[in-house]
């Protein structure tokens, strides 16, 4: 069966050797080329892609379109996450999914296109992706992403560390398998955003020769090996003494601290969203938990994880008033920083409530055996004074040469001569 499916993926269409060797008569062979093109598509319609067949027999790839045969596979996708060396919090199957639920409305003609490599019945590499359409109807550009990128700005989750999930043993056979299944894919723009530097779909025996690669900044984080103390030495010595000068800051003032169990989750949730949204709209901007989406899928993930420990979502408290609550994930031994609400009042006892309450957090999470504290990406003052080293990320750009490539360029480069031209006329204009 196998060595038949390797001569259907591998057959040309236009040649019929093979049928005038063996003396058919023409309408033999055109029965032959119509029953054969049924097959295949029947093949590629299922989600088999016989093309990828090893010559051995034992890898496939398969290129899941729809909900149910992803769904079909979620042990053998949690199985392959667990022992990824590329593993991260985006890539769990509970984030994905729910945040295909949740967004896939909100995408022109969204499509799932997520690639996976077997050898045998094994799942041994997986990337996932999906198609959607830009603006400009049937013209629109199709984009190939990563499933949790490519919303609208207001809306967007910001994952870090997307990547490829494999086997140790099984990179090179999966980056090959993944890129041949992109490369067969009807897409005019690829954009793979915020990828670890060192992923693997960057090996140059693999990466298309168009492929651009573009810096997407870097994730500070604090390295927690060896225990609290051992942290504090890894700091400069004005980080260490203003982490001392907090946490005697915060004992003078009664803080309260806690990690949020299930019993008070619900509150907790409300405290981060309210603390959120009120810091930001007094400063005139809307807030990501302004997006009744980005609150829908947060909230189904932490009800979901919190009880697992996946989900950590941590309370500062002064007077029994909350000031602080972050948000984050634990994947492995690793903590991602994700989101956090914050009160701040010129008059607190406290000088930097936010602060204390990464510094509070980071000792809870030591005793139950984290040894990193990520802060993902972007820059901000606080993060560059706790962390110890960066993880830099990067992105992956490739524009196929197609008529709806073609419109979209030439349709941004009018736009842009409109705008300079408006410009100008309001400058001239006395």
Known sequence: MAEFLIDVSTHNTASV?????????????????????????????????????????????????????????????????????????????????????????????????????WRAQQLIGAIPLYIHRGRGGLLGVRYLEFISTGEAEFEETCPDYLNILYLPSEEVICVDAVWQEIGRMDWDRLEFLDLPENTPLLRMQSLPHDAQRFSRGACLVAD??????????????????????????????????????????????????????????????????????FVEFHHGLTSQWLPTGRVILARLSLASEPVVVLYGFVTGQTFDFYQSGMRLEVASPLRSPGNLAHLLLMKALIDNGVTAYDFLRGSASYKERLATRANPLTEIRISRPTVRMAVHICVRFAACIIRKGLHFVRRSTP
Do not use: C
Request: aromatic share 12%; glycine share 8%.
């Open 17 to 117: 050797k093979g049928v005038e060797k063996a003396g058919f008569l023409p309408v033999a062979q055109i029965a032959y080329l119509v029953i054969f093109n049924r097959f295949r598509y029947l093949l590629r319609r299922s989600g088999w892609d016989a093309t990828s067949l090893s010559p051995d027999g034992q890898v496939t790839t398969r290129v899941i379109r729809d909900e149910a045969g992803w769904d079909a596979i979620r042990h053998d996708w949690d199985t392959l996450y667990a022992a990824s060396p590329t593993a991260s919090t985006p890539l769990d199957f509970a984030w994905l999914r729910s945040w295909w639920q949740v967004y896939k409305s909100a995408l022109r003609a969204g499509e799932l296109r997520i690639v996976t490599v």
């Open 224 to 293: 927690l090996t060896g225990g609290f103390e051992a942290y504090l030495d890894r700091l400069s010595s004005n980080s260490r003494q203003h982490v001392r000068r907090l946490m005697r800051e915060g004992k003078r003032a009664g803080v309260q601290f806690e990690v949020i169990n299930v019993d008070q989750l619900a509150g907790a949730f409300d405290d981060l969203v309210r603390l959120h949204q009120e810091r930001w709209t007094a400063d005139g901007k809307p807030g990501v938990f302004g997006a009744p989406r």
